[in-house]
């Protein structure tokens, strides 16, 4: 995720060439994993705090897709459509942590 200040927008990535984060499609929802590649990620690190405040905070999201290494797809603008949960996944040493799951649908 990268934020820009002047653009008061979050870009997020979903590189799906990537087994650290496992983002999934779901009934019309990519379910985005939260930053951190190593042990348990936490809501309030980086634009993870971002992203889950995004609803209130008027930072305007858009997502690129990653599904052939190197080649970015844009994918468009996308809005938080339910609370951020939890759920365990490997990390990038294949330890078990918990991850942040957050649910973005297209707008």
Do not use: H
């Amino acid at each position: 995720m990268r934020r820009s200040l002047k653009t008061n927008t979050l870009v997020v990535i979903s590189d799906q060439t990537k087994r650290v984060y496992r983002d999934l499609w779901k009934d019309g929802a990519l379910l985005y994993i939260g930053m951190g590649l190593k042990g348990d990620q936490n809501i309030d690190f980086g634009q993870n705090r971002t992203l889950k405040e995004s609803q209130n905070n008027g930072v305007r999201v858009f997502l690129f897709e990653i599904i052939i290494p190197g080649l970015y797809t844009y994918r468009g603008e996308v809005k938080l459509i339910g609370e951020p949960y939890q759920a365990k996944q490997s990390d990038k040493n294949g330890l078990s942590r918990i991850v942040w799951i957050f649910p973005l649908r297209p707008i």
